[in-house]
């Protein structure tokens, strides 16, 4: 009888045990969940910052690449001006010291 009381009383005080386990468990769950959820967040965030910043670069590299555009129909027209004035025979020459490079060099 003593003995089965000796049991009962250490399967009991494993009962505690196991149930302060078991709490302190749930406690560690729930932080490292708070943890994780504060990780998603700051990462959602930093992806966010991240998308905007390459949206805002697309935006910049399509308005260089139409001013590049722009410039090089500038270039070729200013080029295909000055052949028309140089083939002109009513026109003077153009010294060779002020002639401009082709267009072949400045398109590089």
């Known amino acids: 009888m003593e003995k089965d009381h000796l049991r009962i009383e250490k399967l009991q005080q494993n009962a505690r045990a196991n149930k302060e386990l078991m709490e ?8 490292i969940q708070k943890s994780v959820n504060h990780k998603i967040s700051q990462m959602d965030a930093n992806n966010r910052s991240a998308n905007e910043v390459s949206e805002n670069l697309r935006v910049q590299n399509e308005q260089l690449e139409a001013e590049n555009k722009a410039l090089r129909k500038k270039i070729v027209d200013q080029t295909s001006q000055l052949k028309r ?9 153009c010294p060779t010291s002020i002639k401009p490079k082709p267009v072949s060099e400045i398109l590089l």
């Open 24 to 31: 302190k468990m749930k406690e560690n769950i729930h932080n």
């Open 85 to 93: 004035l140089e083939s002109n025979p009513l026109l003077p020459p």
